[in-house]
């Protein structure tokens, strides 16, 4: 079975900081997905239309339901990945930070 992971930059980023990682997962024969979240890279959604929890519902919605993923954040991406996991546990095999936010629980990015 191929594993999945999905890519999710930080603020100020695109799916373009995943460049070089993202060849290396598909040589191993990982199936890697690395989206721009809305209103940041080259998606044009105003950012007054975006919150963390539009930007997990677009992430948990590229989960695959035939097998877990790999969620892996990256600063900001760190805070996205820990609310897709708990909107969606059962396709969700590990989380990996880089350099990234976990927060406590009800805190926020703005607040750290």
């Given at each position: 079975m191929?594993?999945?992971?999905?890519?999710v930059?930080?603020a100020?980023?695109g799916?373009?900081?995943w460049?070089?990682?993202t060849p290396?997962?598909?040589?191993?024969g990982?199936r890697v997905?690395?989206?721009d979240?809305?209103?940041?890279?080259?998606?044009a959604?105003?950012?007054?239309e975006?919150?963390?929890?539009?930007?997990?519902?677009?992430?948990a919605r590229?989960?695959?339901a035939d097998?877990?993923?790999?969620?892996?954040?990256h600063s900001l991406g760190?805070?996205?990945i820990s609310?897709?996991?708990?909107l969606?546990p059962?396709?969700?095999?590990?989380?990996?930070?880089?350099s990234?936010?976990?927060?406590?629980?009800g805190?926020t990015?703005?607040?750290?």
């Amino acid at each position: 079975m191929t594993q999945t992971f999905i890519l999710v930059h930080g603020a100020w980023h695109g799916a373009w900081c995943w460049h070089k990682l993202t060849p290396l997962l598909e040589s191993k024969g990982a199936r890697v997905i690395a989206p721009d979240l809305p209103s940041m890279g080259a998606d044009a959604t105003p950012a007054s239309e975006v919150t963390l929890e539009s930007w997990a519902t677009f992430i948990a919605r590229l989960a695959p339901a035939d097998s877990p993923c790999a969620l892996v954040g990256h600063s900001l991406g760190g805070a996205v990945i820990s609310r897709v996991a708990e909107l969606i546990p059962e396709r969700i095999r590990t989380l990996v930070y880089v350099s990234a936010y976990l927060l406590p629980a009800g805190a926020t990015v703005a607040e750290s």
